[in-house]
C-alpha cells in the first residue's frame, strides 16, 4: 500500500511539475519578407521545413501572405515557433544553425526575399 501512495504522489508531482513547464508558453519568431516570386519562396520554406523537422522536430513553421494590409498587401510573413522560453529557444536555434544543410538552406533564400523585419515574441498563455 506504501508503495502504491508514493508511485501516486510521485505521478502527481511529475505531471505538476510538465503543466508548470508547460505553463511558460512558447517562443516565436516572426519574419517579415518581400519577395518578387512568392511561389518560389514557398517551395524553398517548403524544403527547409522537412530540414528543420528532421533536425529538431520542437521546431515548427508556417507562412502567410499579407492581403488587405495596405503597404504591407503581398508581403510575406514567416513563423518559426519553439515550445520553450526564449533562453530554451536561443540554444535549440543555435544547433539548429550548426547544421550544414540548414545552414546551406538559408544562404539560399537570400536571392528569393529581402527581410522586412525580424522578431521573437513570448507566449503569454492564456
Known amino acids: 500500500m506504501r508503495k502504491l501512495v508514493s508511485l501516486i504522489l510521485m505521478a502527481v508531482t511529475m505531471s505538476l511539475s510538465i503543466t508548470a513547464l508547460a505553463d511558460e508558453g512558447s517562443t516565436l519568431r516572426v519574419v517579415q519578407v518581400q519577395t518578387d516570386d512568392v511561389g518560389a519562396y514557398i517551395a524553398k ?3 527547409g521545413k522537412a530540414l528543420i523537422k528532421a533536425a529538431d522536430e520542437k521546431f515548427s513553421i508556417r507562412a502567410w501572405q499579407a492581403t488587405f494590409a495596405g503597404d504591407s498587401t503581398g508581403a510575406v510573413i514567416v513563423g518559426v515557433a519553439y515550445p520553450g522560453s526564449f533562453a530554451e529557444f536561443a540554444v535549440a536555434w543555435e544547433k539548429l544553425i550548426s547544421d550544414p544543410a540548414i ?7 537570400s536571392g528569393l526575399r529581402t527581410v522586412v523585419s525580424d522578431s521573437l515574441y513570448k507566449e503569454h498563455p492564456l
Request: net charge negative.
Open 45 to 47: 520554406l517548403q524544403e
Open 103 to 109: 545552414t546551406a538552406w538559408l544562404g539560399g533564400l
